[in-house]
T-cell receptor, first 115, second 112 residues
């Protein structure tokens, strides 16, 4: 079974520029998550999708971050404009359903550096 | 809201030593509890989980028991190997909401 795919793996941009990350979850997984992991900290949930609908985006900085999951499969996360404090690893994870006991499967992450 | 507290790292051990990484949680309801491991340059992967009180999760020699009375889910291994060097994250899901909550992570370094 193929895992969660993410691209790019690394991205370096200057502040005020825009950036987009892509995620392809495991086939058949209805629930998709985007996390921000700052160095030395645990993953922090940004947004959670169930199929193509948003379940929770309470921790997403909506003035600069946006995300979509068209057709309930792939997802993109965008930052516009980027700030220095956005430097982090952005993790995508998927789950068969949002039942609490289900395992999340994580992609390798995209490491963003904002200069 | 829900929260997870892990012991600070790094934890440095010699090969074959006993490992304990403490994890306590705060949540409403009856969450499921997880330990994830992150090897350098990789994403997180599930190590073990427990879905109800007194359940024991186990995998690759690691164990953790869901203790509702002490709200804890401590990770243990009887004999660590150099290949166990990684960052370990305690997490919960299904507490007060469907938002998964992670601890800060504990780095484990095992020397030969």
């Amino acid at each position: 079974e193929a895992g969660v795919a993410q691209s790019p793996r690394y991205k370096i941009i200057e502040k005020r520029q825009s950036v987009a990350f892509w995620c392809n979850p495991i086939s058949g997984h209805a629930t998709l998550y985007w996390y921000q992991q700052i160095l030395g900290q645990g993953p922090k949930l940004l947004i959670q999708f169930q199929n193509n609908g948003v379940v929770d985006d309470s921790q997403l900085p909506k003035d600069r971050f946006s995300a979509e999951r068209l057709k309930g499969v792939d997802s993109t996360l965008k930052i516009q404009p980027a700030k220095l404090e956005d430097s982090a690893v952005y993790l995508c994870a998927s789950r068969f359903d949002r039942v609490s006991a289900d395992t999340q499967y994580f992609g390798p992450g995209t490491r963003l550096t904002v200069l | 809201g829900d929260s997870v507290t892990q012991m600070e790292g790094p934890v440095t051990l010699s090969e074959e030593a006993f490992l304990t990484i403490n994890c306590t949680y705060t949540a409403t309801g009856y969450p499921s509890l997880f330990w994830y491991v992150q090897y350098p340059g990789e994403g997180l992967q599930l190590l073990l989980k427990a879905t109800k009180a007194d359940d024991k999760g186990s995998n690759k020699g690691f164990e953790a028991t869901y203790r509702k009375e002490t709200t804890s889910f401590h990770l243990e291994k009887g004999s660590v190997q150099v290949s166990d060097s990684a960052v370990y994250f305690c997490a919960l899901s299904g507490g007060g909401s469907y938002i998964p909550t992670f601890g800060r992570g504990t780095s484990l370094i095992v020397h030969p």
